[in-house]
């Protein structure tokens, strides 16, 4: 929180105002009467004024106040201010920044007004890569938003990343852009500026349009908690942890429709599936079997009951049965299982 008092220093710089001129920048930053911001327009109705003849009164207000002798009677504040943004590394995302000052939306609107006073501080507007933030410091405002556009490109395509290992990764590149680096505080700030970046239901971080971070349907949403799992699971399973551990709806048939459409999941077992990213290759049973019959050689039969079962969830008399396809396998001299 602010180690100032945001409303009442601001108030003793709007005091030095004229009345119209301060009736005018306490409605732009909703710091009077009205706690929200208006704009040019509903101003100038208001007034029976202009947009632009409204945007130079608030122009000269500040200024004004900005060649006041508070300006340096109040630099401890300002100082405060630049203290909490550099120990984010020199940027922060404006909404986070303020709400972690301020200890009301009223004090939100104080303390933006008073960056907005201060020369030392600069709002960076929303752009395609980036949110509303605020900077104390070009060259660490450069290097934030550097490091995030490499940070961008290098996690575009990548699986979800732990918390811990985007931090690390973003602290990394800034290394070569800052030698002296950041600290924790900076990395989570320079993180939170980014719009391209998001954090997924389960905790993994990627870029905001994947389906891991942002699941556009059902098949997104049991990859994501199939992929938490780590294993096969039925997909009873696969239902109940999508309205548990994501807190969506979900249909026990719809899922296993789904599950039964995506090439991204193997049916590996009866109603049990399994991503094909880990391995698992899609086909009947039998299938299986020839495909390692094909890539290995002929195998004795315990140890090829033993790759299919790393393949299948399936009962050893299974595949037993299917050996006994005479026109698929034959049992060579040596005992070996082989390809008719």
């Known amino acids: 929180m602010a180690s100032f008092n945001p409303v009442k220093t601001s108030e003793e710089f709007l005091g030095a105002l004229p009345k119209r001129v301060r009736d005018v920048i306490e409605r732009r930053f909703g710091i009077g009467k009205s706690k929200d911001r208006k704009t040019l327009e509903a101003i100038g109705a208001s007034y029976g004024i202009t947009r632009e003849r409204v945007r130079q009164i608030?122009?000269?207000?500040?200024?004004?106040l900005r060649s006041h002798d508070f300006m340096k009677e109040k630099q401890d504040v300002f100082e405060a201010l630049k203290g909490e943004l550099n120990k984010r590394g020199g940027v922060a995302e404006e909404?986070?920044?303020?709400?972690s000052l301020a200890k009301s939306p009223e004090e939100k609107n104080h303390i933006r007004f008073l960056l907005t006073l201060s020369e030392d501080f600069k709002r960076h507007k929303e752009d395609d890569e980036f949110k509303h933030r605020?900077?104390?410091d070009d060259k660490l405002a450069s290097a934030a938003h550097e490091t995030l556009k490499v940070?961008?490109?290098e996690i575009s395509g990548a699986e979800p990343l732990e918390e811990k290992e985007i931090k690390a990764k973003l602290a990394s590149i800034a290394e070569t852009k800052l030698p002296e680096g950041i600290g924790e505080e900076a990395t989570a700030s320079w993180l939170s500026v980014s719009k391209l970046i998001a954090k997924n239901a389960l905790g993994g971080w990627g870029l905001a349009d994947s389906p891991h971070i942002s699941p556009r349907g059902v098949r997104d949403l049991a990859f994501l908690v199939m992929k938490q799992h780590g294993s096969p699971m039925h997909f009873s399973?696969?239902?109940?942890?999508?309205?548990?551990?994501l807190s969506e709806p979900a249909h026990l048939q719809t899922v296993h429709n789904e599950l039964i459409k995506d090439d991204r999941f193997v049916l590996v077992g009866r109603g049990l599936y399994a991503l094909h990213e880990w391995g698992y290759q899609p086909g009947t049973l039998k299938d299986i079997m020839k495909n390692i019959l094909t890539s290995a050689g002929p195998l004795p039969k315990e140890r090829l009951i033993e790759k299919i079962l790393k393949e299948r969830h399936v009962k050893t008399a299974t595949i037993l049965i299917n050996l006994q396809d005479k026109k698929s396998f034959k049992t060579l001299e040596d005992g070996s299982v082989a390809l008719v």
């Open 58 to 64: 608030e122009s000269h207000g500040l200024k004004k």
């Open 95 to 99: 909404e986070g920044f303020l709400s």
């Open 134 to 136: 605020w900077s104390s």
């Open 151 to 153: 940070l961008h490109k």
């Open 237 to 245: 399973e696969v239902t109940q942890a999508i309205k548990k551990n």
